[in-house]
């Protein structure tokens, strides 16, 4: 199983990671905040990763 971890100081809200996985694997929080949801369902495709405008996503595959 991967491991995805968001870094809430840097994450700036904008849903491109929502808006560009695959998976559904991100949603965005009661705080405008990206959180993940659906982990089991990555395709290690690293496009979220690659997206972020703030690199604030850390992904053990990517
Ligand atoms: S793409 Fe990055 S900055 Fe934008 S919501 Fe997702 S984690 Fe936050
Ligand atoms: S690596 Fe691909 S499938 Fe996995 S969370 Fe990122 S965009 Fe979604």
Known sequence: M??????LD???????C??????SVYEMNDEGKSTVVNADDCVECCACVEACPEGAISHSSC
């Open 2 to 7: 991967v491991d995805i971890s968001i870094d």
């Open 10 to 16: 840097a994450c700036v809200g904008c849903g491109t």
């Open 18 to 23: 929502v808006d560009t996985c695959p998976s």
